[in-house]
């Protein structure tokens, strides 16, 4: 799962001085009729630079999403939700082995990735950065995240990097099964007792904010990104993503009887857009840059997790140990 | 066919692998390698999978629903190994505790392939093909890693020393052991060990680990007569924590 906003630098008008007139014609024509780009192909530094950027912190944002989640696999309620969170997580993980692969493509190793992450230079989805204090969270996470993270991955499969978009197309398969437990998890929540309502309610009411965070910053003050909306880097407007969101989602919470912590969100009807009070966009940045609930102790999991099984990794390294042929 | 013994044999096993299923779960997000994170889930699913259907086994033997006898017994009342309940530790830990376990447990299934009492006979077959995955897993790391680095080689030859003796426990005694082979329901734990001991000695062989003798070990029992180590109650604790916030809710 993962948001798409905010995962762009400002785009430098000089940027493109430096590459072959002709090639880079060529490359937009390309793009223009549809075409995907691979591995071995021309592409510009920006191009290239931005992908690897993109498909990073997509990356990152899988395994770094995997811990507010993973933590309730050993507390799941039961063999079913027990069986199904193990392998909505799992699937989670594995997003995050395919996405490293395809960066990898464009010429970053996993290592380097990985390494980045833990010092703090590449960034991971914001809300993540945000605690899952009762199972009602993660319920939240599994439904209405992955929710979000579909309105953003569908829009990035049609772009145009080939490894990606093929990727993609496989996460966002295994994403609609997410969104069917997390869905069902809040139905069973909405539909239960007075505290299982009241548990899902407050989980509501902690995790809006980060929910409209999770697009990225409204298009008024996002960095300009026509050349990579124009190169299907950016496949969507924030704003737009944040739109189609509510058009989708805000229904059915209000359906199950639910109370969403915004009392200027409506639908205009003449404009068919969702209005809403401004996210708080200087604690969205505050988060980002670190300040949130939960940043340290994410990278501080993750980097204890890559020290313990340094060891494993080097042993996979030495010489004299025996090539296993793996099984596909 | 005598039912206490039989449920006594399906309890120890359905327990088994909750528990271990459990410890494997935690590594989610921790793996030394993001591979090792999804295979150690995919081993945990299929663990949990199998102890559900174990214990749907025992429910239509009169006992209660799988998730009531999951998510409510204390840990007196659990008949795992205490191989399976300690804390994972380290990966070489995991992994020794991983390739000792399953190497037992494929044996095990496959010995219950023959099982006289139908619907176990049935569900060992489905069982064994699932567990030939962990064992190769298994199998692939501990020859890798025992024969790597001088790092790998000796974390693994103390883990392998450390777990020796509980995974002896798995073979503990049925109070009902005589029954249970002479009606065919299983072929019994001394003859699942020896057979066991040579599988374990044929991949050790293969890597610069040393295996201590087995004269010398003295088996750390307890477990199936459900006399626990420490860790069992706060993982089933945890396990419970939401399921006993109400466990007349459906969640």
């Known amino acids: 799962m993962y948001g798409g906003g905010n995962t762009f630098e400002g785009i430098k008008t000089d940027s493109l001085a430096q590459e072959d007139p002709i090639k880079l014609a060529e490359f937009e024509a390309r793009i223009e009729r549809g075409e995907k780009i691979e591995p071995t192909d021309w592409m510009p530094q920006l191009y290239r630079k931005q992908l690897i950027r993109m498909i990073e912190q997509h990356a990152h944002s899988e395994i770094i999403g995997a811990l507010p989640e993973g933590t309730w696999i050993t507390r799941a309620p039961g063999f079913k939700r027990k069986l199904s969170l193990m392998a909505k997580v799992q699937d989670e993980v594995g997003h995050g082995q395919l996405l490293y692969s395809a960066a990898e493509t464009l010429g970053k190793s996993r290592e380097e990735m990985i390494n980045d992450l833990i010092s703090g230079k590449s960034k991971y989805s914001n809300i993540f950065n945000y605690p899952a204090f009762t199972w009602a969270d993660s319920c939240f996470i599994s439904w209405l995240v992955d929710a979000g993270a579909i309105v953003n991955q569908l829009a990035n499969a049609k772009g145009s990097y080939g490894p990606y978009c093929r990727a993609l197309d496989r996460i966002c398969a295994e994403e609609s099964f997410h969104l069917k437990y997390g869905h069902h998890c809040v139905i069973y929540l909405a539909t239960g007792t007075k505290k299982q309502r009241e548990m899902f309610q407050e989980a509501l009411n902690r995790w809006w904010a980060p929910m409209m965070h999770f697009f990225g910053p409204s298009d008024k003050i996002s960095a300009h990104t026509e050349v990579l909306m124009k190169w299907k880097v950016k496949m969507s407007s924030n704003d737009d993503m944040r739109n189609q969101f509510l058009d989708m989602y805000v229904p059915k919470i209000w359906e199950l009887g639910f109370t969403i912590p915004d009392p200027n969100l409506k639908k205009n009807t003449e404009t068919g857009r969702w209005e809403y009070t401004e996210p708080d966009w200087e604690e969205f940045k505050r988060v980002i840059n670190g300040d949130g609930p939960c940043n340290k102790e994410r990278l501080e999991v993750r980097r204890i997790a890559e020290e313990r099984g340094r060891w494993v990794r080097e042993a996979l390294k030495a010489p004299k140990a025996t090539y296993v042929t793996p099984l596909a | ?251």
């Not at chain 2, 699913?45 to 999951?70: C, F, N, R, V, W």
């Not at chain 2, 191989?83 to 995991?94: H, K, R």
């Not at chain 2, 002479?182 to 072929?187: L, N, T």
């Open chain 2, 1 to 251: 066919m005598n039912e206490l013994a039989l449920k006594e044999l399906l309890y120890k096993m359905a327990d088994d692998q909750l528990i271990l299923g459990h410890r494997n779960s935690e590594w989610t997000g921790f793996g030394p390698l993001l591979e090792e994170d999804i295979a150690f889930s995919s081993m945990a699913q299929d663990k949990i999978g199998q102890s559900h259907a174990l214990y749907s086994i025992l429910h239509s033997l009169g006992e209660q629903e799988p998730d009531t006898i999951a998510f409510t017994r204390h840990a007196d009342q659990f008949h795992n190994c205490l191989l399976t309940e300690l804390p994972n530790g380290e990966y070489d830990f995991s992994l020794i505790r991983h390739f000792l376990y399953d190497t037992a447990e494929i044996i095990r299934f496959d010995m219950l392939t023959q099982s006289s009492f139908k619907p176990v006979a049935e569900l060992a077959v489905k069982v064994r093909a699932e567990l030939r995955y962990h064992t190769l897993h298994a199998n692939t790391w501990v020859k890798q890693l025992g024969s790597a680095t001088e790092e790998s080689i000796s974390r693994l030859q103390h883990s392998l020393e450390y777990a020796l003796p509980y995974a002896l426990g798995i073979f503990e005694e049925s109070p009902y052991e005589k029954e249970l082979i002479a009606e065919g329901i299983f072929g019994g734990e001394q003859a699942l060990k020896e057979k066991w001991k040579t599988k374990v000695e044929e991949v050790i062989n293969q890597t610069q680990l040393q295996l201590p003798d087995w004269k010398t070990m003295q088996p750390i029992l307890g477990g199936r007569k459900g006399k626990h180590s420490e860790h069992l109650q706060p993982l089933l604790d945890e396990m419970s924590e939401v399921f006993n916030i109400d466990p007349t809710a459906e969640w």
